[in-house]
Each structure stands twice: as structure tokens, then as C-alpha cells.
Nanobody, 120 residues
């Protein structure tokens, strides 16, 4: 059974940076993409960035130019570098596996997520 563990969240001032990590335990297909989602209070969970097993990335418009996905290999872990953070980036951030690079549907059970709070 795959378990996803997100880490790296915290409190940061507007304009600051954080790097989130996503590690998976258990077997997971090395060809799967990995997606980063976030859920702000009172809002639906949204997909903000995807990285393929080969390192290709895509992002939602609101984070383009500020967030960067990276990974060392096709398995573990994946990172989300977030720069120029804004208060509206405040949310719980989750990662999940995606069957294809263009999919938005998660494959495995959600982890606990990591809280990011952007505030002065």
C-alpha cells in the first residue's frame, strides 16, 4: 500500500519561500506523474502543479513563475519550491500520483498534507 508523506510547510512572510517535499512509501509505478494540490479553508482542493516521471512540468496559472516542481529520479521524492509567496497561497498542500502527465485525478489515498501559512 502506498503512503504519501508531505513535509516542509510552515509560517512564512509574504514574498518569502518554502520548499515542500513529497515522499512515497510502498510500491508506486515509476512512470506515474506526481501532482501537488492545495486546499484553502472553505475551498475545494485544486491541482497547482504536475511533474512527469521524466521531469516535465506544468502549473496552474496562479502559480506560474513562482512555483517549481523538481525530482531527482522517477521515484522519490518530489519537491515543490515556492517563491514570492502571497497570502492567497495559504493552504494545506498535498501530493499524489497521477496516471498520466495530463491527468488531474489522484491515484492513491491522500496523505496528511502540510500546512503553509503566508502572513506578516
Amino acid at each position: 500500500q502506498v503512503q504519501l508523506v508531505e513535509s516542509g510547510g510552515g509560517l512564512v512572510q509574504p514574498g518569502g519561500s518554502l520548499r515542500l517535499s513529497c515522499a512515497a512509501s510502498g510500491s508506486i509505478f515509476s512512470t506515474y506523474a506526481r501532482g501537488w494540490y492545495r486546499q484553502a479553508p472553505g475551498r475545494q482542493r485544486e491541482l497547482v502543479g504536475v511533474i512527469s516521471s521524466g521531469g516535465i512540468t506544468r502549473y496552474t496559472n496562479s502559480v506560474k513563475g513562482r512555483f517549481t516542481n523538481s525530482r531527482h529520479n522517477a521515484r522519490n521524492p518530489v519537491y515543490l519550491q515556492r517563491n514570492s509567496l502571497k497570502p492567497e497561497d495559504t493552504a494545506v498542500y498535498y501530493c499524489n500520483a497521477l496516471r498520466t502527465f495530463y491527468s488531474s485525478s489522484p491515484v492513491v489515498d491522500w496523505g496528511q498534507g502540510t500546512q503553509v501559512t503566508v502572513s506578516s
